[in-house]
Each structure stands twice: as structure tokens, then as C-alpha cells.
């Protein structure tokens, strides 16, 4: 089954919420023989959501079942607001994930020097312990991006592990999915989130999957998802997780 459960219909501010300027995620989605469609604006743009046009496709496009989510960032210091973001709406569904360490936008490519102010390995311990706390919000149903702090190829000296399964634990108790998000093979580390290795343990772990694009774009919808799937077969996975209302759907992959 193919769904994609990371799609950011406003991007960064590059369009508006309006059936001419989201209605072509759909129609990429219902192309590509998609099952579900999740979209997952970021937190920032949630004031500029017309809730009232999911609904309109829904009915449009009976055909894919669309789904309504949030990719919440997790910033330390200001959980009141992440809570806040996730008790908004009645989503499907939110996505937590972590875009920042200490105020510095890791993933974004203006700020890659500041890497050279950080050991590796202390690096990844830190991202990782600020995704066990964002998950021991119990907040959010699924973790985005799971090694997102490898995006521009900075690996650490100790196998990722040392770091991850802290992480993994939160992840497990808070009862959240991972998603195999297609974007970092477009990212300059050319690498799917999460590594195949790193799938592997939350596998071992009994944490499920479901499946993302992280699209910007209505081409971008779907990418790869074909792949993932396969890579969550490859893994020992035979059920992808989708959502509503919150409540775990685990359909066959």
C-alpha cells in the first residue's frame, strides 16, 4: 500500500491555501496511485490553514482518503508552545520533529559552519537526547526524519547506536511511528531518513513505519515512495501505520 503521510502543501510560504494552489498535490497523489495523503504544514503557517478545503478534495478526489496532520518543532525550553501547536485542530495526526539545537537551524544550508564548532559524537548525543524529550511529550504520533542531524554528511566517530537507543526507548513508550522519509535522498547527504541500518533497530524495537515524501512540491508528492516501501519490507516490516484521528491504522504494505 502506498501512502504519503509528509506533505507540506504551503512549503515554505511558496504558495497559498487555496484549492488552485494545493488542489495539485492531490491530483500528483491520485496519479501516482497513492492509498492516503497527509498533509503536515509546518507549525509556523498553522494560521494560514483553510481547514475547510481538505474537506472540499476530500470530495473532489473520493478515490484518496486525505488525511490532516502538523510537523510541530520541538524546541527545548518552549514545550508549553509545542503542546499548544499539537492541541490546535482535531488532526489525524502530528509529526514531531527537531530542526534546531540551541537556537541553531542545523538543516539549514546558511548555517553548516557552525558543525565546526562541534565534535561529532557529541553532536549526535545531543540531537538525539532532544528527540527523547520531544517524544516524552507524548505529544506526537509519528517522529520525523529520525537522523536528520546527518544531513550535510557530518557522521559521527562511535556507531550511531551509542546515540539512538535512548531515543528509540522514548520513541517506543511514547507509542509514536517513524517515517522513512524519501527527501534525504535529495539532501547533500543522498541517504534516506532514516538509514537503513537505524530502520533496522526500530524494527528490533517493534516501533512501526509509514511512509513520507516530505514534498514541497506537487511533483515531489509520492517520490520514491515505491522504494521505501521496499526498504520497509527489506527491514522485516509487512504493515505500514496510518492515522485517524490519532488512532493508529496499520494496513498491509
Not at 490546535?88 to 537551524?105: C, L, Q
Not at 517506543?172 to 522519509?181: G, H, L, Q, S, Y
Amino acid at each position: 500500500m502506498l501512502v504519503d503521510y509528509h506533505v507540506h502543501g504551503l512549503a515554505h510560504g511558496d504558495y497559498n491555501h487555496t484549492l488552485e494552489d494545493i488542489e495539485p498535490f492531490v491530483k500528483t497523489a491520485v496519479k501516482k496511485g497513492m492509498s492516503e495523503l497527509g498533509f503536515t504544514e509546518h507549525d509556523r503557517y498553522l494560521n494560514q490553514i483553510n481547514f475547510d478545503l481538505y474537506s472540499e478534495l476530500q470530495k473532489m478526489y473520493p478515490q484518496l482518503k486525505i488525511r490532516i496532520g502538523l510537523e510541530i518543532e520541538f524546541r527545548e525550553g518552549r514545550e508549553k508552545e509545542f503542546i499548544n501547536y499539537a492541541c490546535a485542530y482535531d488532526f489525524d495526526y502530528t509529526i514531531g520533529s527537531v530542526h534546531e539545537i540551541s537556537n541553531w537551524p542545523f538543516d539549514h544550508p546558511d548555517h553548516i559552519k557552525e558543525y565546526d564548532n562541534w565534535e561529532t559524537d557529541k553532536l549526535y548525543e545531543r540531537y538525539f537526547n532532544i528527540i527523547a524529550l520531544m517524544a516524552n511529550t507524548s505529544q506526537c504520533q509519528v517522529v520525523g526524519h529520525l537522523d536528520l542531524i546527518k544531513v550535510f554528511g557530518f557522521r559521527p566517530k562511535k556507531n550511531i547506536l551509542s546515540f539512538l537507543l535512548p531515543a528509540l526507548a522514548a520513541i517506543k513508550a511514547a507509542n509514536m511511528v517513524a517515517e522513512i522519509n524519501t527527501n534525504g535522498w535529495y539532501k547533500p547527504v543522498n541517504e534516506v531518513y532514516p538509514a537503513f541500518d537505524v530502520l533496522k533497530e526500530c524494527y528490533n524495537a517493534d516501533i512501526p513505519i509509514t511512509l513520507s515524501s516530505d514534498a514541497h512540491h506537487p511533483d515531489q508528492v509520492g517520490r520514491d515512495i515505491d522504494k521505501a516501501n521496499a526498504l520497509a519490507k527489506k527491514a522485516g516490516y509487512t504493515k505500514v501505520a496510518t492515522f485517524v484521528q490519532k488512532q493508529i491504522v496499520f494496513q498491509p504494505l
